[in-house]
């Protein structure tokens, strides 16, 4: 089915590579592959790529909604730690909520590693935890590919890359286009950084702290520094689809990543409005303040750096409003009324 | 569209990333990118994914068949050679080629590029080798996300990954199922190395010699062997496609990489069945010959390791070889009938 789970991995077979090893983490990660499926998973035909039949019963045009992304440097601090099975649902996280702001369904993952040298203990924490992501953003882990680099990468470093599709029906695509002032923004809380501003929070928290790491603080609740750094990014697919299927009319979605509130929620406004966010709407996650004070960058940096606590923001009619932060918080989030659309030029503005 | 082609790069975001390189790359890639377009690519909507409406017009059940690969350690070659403007070809050679493999048409592709120190003009180079090979593959290039990586990787470093997705009716899939002895194997001629057994290539005939790279070869006729080496991966998909559509029956096929015949034609053979493949049945090309007396591995070896000429294999009936061979000849291939089908165990033996 995959280069991983049905063909023999062929990245293995060069010069330097050990063959035995990559078998063994074949067959450790198996069955965290299948624990991924789902019925339109065409198992055991053909051997060089992955094979879905996707559902289109009811849909005036289906519509494909493709996205890739990487765990920059996040990855790193993994390394570091030497905990590699919660950047596998960073990894989902960052592809499948892009996907997710269309409207989209998620509904199939690919993912890419290249490492120095294929130690199947590791393989197998980073695939457990590719799975697990995909898992809570309900889409099927079709295909992989592990090429290992000796002599290329460090031994200990590895780079994930993953690749998501999802399908939503044209008619239903949301784009931001219905946006209008005086509708509403609801803010999903973040679960901690996830997976952008790290290349910052390294050079001020990480290199030369590596000591401090694994120390509990109290100004983090307990929580070692390095637990709230590495906590993985939330997935959002479940709620919001659950939202949109209801029939609640979201305008337009976002998803927080680099460039934080400021440069990701304007992508969505159409022309002549503006997103109006009050920063004191929601609580900001201790993390962040100890990222603040660390990194020393003014507050309106901050918020194009991080998500400040916001992993996703909906835009919706104010009527529809409160029903829908119900709805999303009996789906498991915490949802905060962060703004509102105004009359401007497509930038988001602080109160 | 996509990361690079609609939204604002968020990849260059955190310290250390140069916003401004970005941009002047973003706009440098942006027409490479357009040139890849299809009809089915929504333009403009929405800016966090890549969309694609498929056309599925007379299937019974639409089938999505996806892949991903990389390049490996060629790209050490061509960082060496600072040639960057055809590993892009390579990468989406990797993932259509396995596509076409189960009968599918690539449709859609997306990239990732995790690149030390973004310059624009060297990442320009990669993304039009990337639509290249879109367009020799005739898949539309609609995301891409580039990852600045300073500090981790080597400013002049980069790896790429890449991810198709292609369509196949499910009553159309080929799967090798209907092997049987006496079916005539058609091998499609390569343009060379192609994208694997590199860290073999790099250590026998690069490290230590980057300075014989440049001098033009007698016994490669006249090419210099960094160009032989690094000569791009062929793309099958127009000719195999065309012959498809016209109806001929073809049983099977694999796309010789890494593992060489011995180990890819294997893998579509049904029980009971084997492939005796006639080595001299197809003229070696040069560039194999300098690899082999260089590396001093035993032919078995050189077989299960390099395409040594062979690119993509087709499996069909004897009746239809010869029409099959004039068809693809006529669509540009070098073709050779390079062995038959026999009773045996899923193995490859050589004649």
């Known amino acids: 089915m995959t280069e991983r789970d049905g063909g023999r991995p062929r990245s293995y077979r060069e010069a330097g590579v050990d063959i035995e090893q990559g078998a063994r983490a074949v067959s450790r990660i198996r069955d965290a592959v299948r624990s991924t499926y789902r019925p339109e998973v065409l198992g055991d035909i053909g051997g060089f790529g992955g094979m879905f039949a996707p559902r289109t019963e009811g849909m005036v045009e289906p519509v494909l909604v493709s996205g890739t992304d990487g765990v920059g440097t996040k990855l790193k601090l993994a390394q570091l730690l030497d905990t590699h099975d919660t950047v596998g649902i960073d990894l989902v996280a960052m592809c499948a909520n892009d996907i997710l702001v ?114 509990a603080r109290v100004d983090l609740g307990g929580a070692t520094l390095g637990e709230a750094l590495l906590a993985p990014t939330r997935i959002y697919v479940k709620s919001v689809l659950g939202l949109v299927r209801a029939g609640v009319h979201v305008r337009g979605m976002a998803h927080i990543t680099g460039g934080g509130i400021t440069e990701n929620l304007n992508r969505v406004l159409p022309e002549g409005t503006a997103a109006r966010v009050v920063r004191d709407a929601w609580p900001r996650p201790r993390v962040f303040d100890v990222v603040a004070e660390a990194a020393r960058i003014e507050t309106d940096e901050l918020y194009r750096t991080f998500n400040m606590g916001i992993g996703f923001a909906l835009v919706l009619p104010a009527a529809e409003a409160p029903g829908a932060a119900a709805a999303l918080r009996a789906a498991g989030e915490r949802v905060f009324e962060i703004g509102e659309i105004v009359q401007g030029d497509g930038e988001v503005v602080y109160a």
Chains 1, 2 share one sequence.
């Open 102 to 215: 269309s409207g989209a369904e998620p509904l199939f993952f690919l993912d890419y590693i290249a490492i120095g040298t294929l130690v199947p203990e590791r393989v197998e924490s980073i695939v457990a935890g590719i799975a697990e992501g995909c898992r809570q953003a309900g889409c099927a882990l079709v295909g992989g590919e592990m090429a290992e680099h000796p002599g290329v990468m460090a031994p200990d470093d590895y780079d994930l890359s993953g690749f998501c599709v999802g399908m939503v029906d044209r008619p239903r695509i949301i784009d931001g286009s219905g946006i209008e002032p005086g509708d509403v923004i609801l803010g999903l809380a973040s679960s901690g950084l996830h997976s952008n501003g790290f290349s910052l929070v390294r050079a001020v928290l990480v290199d030369g702290h590596e000591d401090e790491l694994g120390l």
